[in-house]
């Protein structure tokens, strides 16, 4: 990372209690912020990222020198409208760009903590986001809102913190990680650590780096991330820049070459330990167990309103799940409301430019906004 | 339909919970939420009236009537529309019991097969009866189970479902159904609404 490009850092001094036990004090949470805080504050709205996300929501980002992840959800004029509302992102803790993750180093020792790390939950990485509420002196946000690891955010969020939401719009995701999700995670970090380089997590330290690892781990979630159909209209069989089959393990197909790129241009941009730190995270939470197998409990006294969002042709998070939430919603009367996508474009789907989905979100908030 | 709307809100008390089962684009929910402060969500099954409810701010959750009413506890509602949609259910018995489960009262509207109009139709002409509320071809139909403003009252009488109110509707006319007028109001009425509870 090159030191000209400006990471704003905000440094939590009041200590937070992690699910593992311990406790962590004086880090950083790296963050962004787009539009402008009007005088009532109240046009707040809290993004969280999803996986290999980051601070960098919308406009360029300054790593990548590409858009930011939700460009088409999030800017002046767009779904999320950056003229009116006041949005904040920042990156969790367990990642790599600028929030405190295993890439740190360690005052005590010097050394960047590696595995050494202490393993964090998404209820950790909501609790630590929560200090930018102080920071920025907002009692209440409007909204909350992710996809993916990023609507897990928001229905802890809404969980630990029942009335700091007038709104709250998870999307294409899930109470409780299902047997699926932890195995396609324990393939990317199995891969990881199957790395000659990874070196037990120290590899920052030895001045290596587990390329070949991470860019399987994150082909192998590529593929989850997108839809049969979507994969077969896009790609098919055709081959990359060739007439015939070269009879070699080389990427004949341009499936093979997209995948390969997708490799290859996600690690210069993500730590291979904080890779490890965040999916399991992800399979770590579990909301329903959280609450002793109800999940309505978890919302138990929330006057937060609901928009759950859920994409056709998603099957790694599919509607059946995104469904449950609102089921459990339902069940205590919670003002929900709930909408499937048509889209051939799988869990990716949210990421995208699909227009009825980015519409029910302006129209949502817009309304949500006025009524508040 | 105004109408209608006027009747099933005079029916609905004041600040309760509503569900309207099939809200279609959200007019009824829009109208009763204006005149009746009432706290109410939909259910509907096509994306784009969801779309609809959405963009006049009204809460609305994506389902189909015959499978997701089970999702919401019993007596979860003080009322449950279901308005000029029964006839178009796989199993409208089933449907009729799940909503005096969810709903402490159901608001029950059907479009009366037993209308002279539309007995008339038949008689005359001997092809299934089109008429302003019902609008389709036999073969497009949405309607599998039209039924007669009398046969719904016998249903719930034989169900022992209480039968709060019955209004009859004739274009701008409404007035009460009972088993003495019951013969009469079932050739002149357009449209039946009952308020049912078990």
């Known amino acids: 990372m090159s030191k000209e490009i400006n990471i704003k850092n905000l440094i939590i001094d009041k200590p937070l209690k992690l699910d593992c036990g311990q406790t962590i004090n004086n880090f950083p949470i790296a963050y962004e912020t787009y539009g402008d805080l009007n005088e009532k504050k109240d046009n707040v709205i809290l993004i969280f990222h999803a996986l290999t996300g980051d601070q960098f929501v919308s406009g360029s980002n300054p790593i990548t020198k590409k858009d930011g992840w939700w460009s088409y959800a999030v800017g002046p004029g767009k779904a999320v409208d950056t003229n009116k509302y006041f949005v904040i992102c920042s990156n969790v803790i367990g990642g790599c760009l600028g929030s405190f993750g295993p890439n740190a180093t360690n005052p005590e020792t010097n050394k960047i903590y590696g595995t050494s790390f202490p393993i964090i939950t998404i209820n950790d990485m909501v609790n630590a986001q929560y200090n930018l509420l102080d920071y920025f002196k907002i009692k209440k946000l409007f909204a909350v809102m992710g996809g993916s690891m990023g609507g897990m955010q928001v229905l802890q969020f809404v969980s630990n913190f029942p009335d700091k939401a007038v709104i709250a719009i998870p999307i294409a995701c899930t109470s409780s990680h299902s047997a699926q999700n932890i195995a396609f995670n324990e393939l990317g970090r199995q891969s990881i650590m199957a790395d000659a380089n990874w070196l037990n997590g120290d590899y920052s330290n030895q001045d290596k780096n587990p390329n070949k690892g991470l860019s399987v781990a994150r082909m192998a979630a590529h593929i989850t991330y997108l839809s049969k159909n979507g994969l077969q209209e896009k790609f098919g069989r055709k081959l990359q820049e060739r007439d015939n089959l070269k009879f070699s393990f080389d990427a004949d197909f341009q499936i093979e070459s997209y995948l390969r790129h997708q490799g290859s241009v996600f690690v210069d941009r993500f730590d291979a330990n904080s890779y490890l730190y965040i999916t399991r995270a992800m399979d770590y939470f579990d909301l329903i167990k959280e609450h002793g197998g109800n999940l309505s409990k978890a919302f138990a006294n929330t006057r937060t309103k609901f928009l759950v969002i859920s994409f056709t042709s998603d099957w790694l998070y599919p509607t059946s799940e995104n469904k449950e939430i609102v089921i459990a919603l339902n069940a205590i009367g919670a003002d929900v409301g709930f909408v499937e996508i048509e889209s051939d474009k799988g869990h990716d789907s949210f990421l995208l430019n699909i227009p009825e989905f980015l519409t029910t979100l302006k129209e949502y908030i817009n309304t949500s906004y006025l009524k508040k | ?198």
Not at chain 2, 80 to 86: M, P
Request: proline residues 3%; aromatic residues 8%.
């Open chain 2, 1 to 198: 339909m105004k109408q209608e709307f006027k009747i099933i809100a005079n029916l609905i008390d004041k600040k309760t919970r509503v569900l309207d089962v099939g809200c279609g684009d959200g007019t009824l929910m829009e109208f009763l939420k204006k005149n009746r402060q009432i706290d109410i969500r939909g259910i509907e099954i096509s994306k784009i009236n969801i779309q609809k409810c959405i963009r006049k701010g009204l809460t609305v959750i994506e389902g189909d009537a015959e499978k997701d009413l089970s999702q919401f506890p019993d007596g979860s509602f003080d009322f449950v529309i279901l308005s000029q949609t029964l006839q178009a259910f796989l199993n409208p018995e089933k449907v009729i019991s799940e909503l005096l489960r969810v709903g402490k009262k159901a608001i029950v509207t059907i479009p009366n097969f037993g209308y002279w109009k539309v007995r008339l139709h038949l008689l005359i002409k001997g092809t299934m009866p089109i008429t302003r509320s019902l609008p389709d071809e036999w073969y497009n139909t949405p309607n599998l189970h039209m039924c007669t403003i009398k046969d719904f009252f016998n249903f719930c009488e034989n169900r022992k479902i209480n039968l709060y109110k019955s209004i009859a509707l004739q274009n701008l006319k409404s007035s009460k159904i009972t088993s003495n007028n019951l013969t009469l109001k079932n050739l002149t009425a357009v449209l039946g609404i009952f308020l049912i509870e078990k």
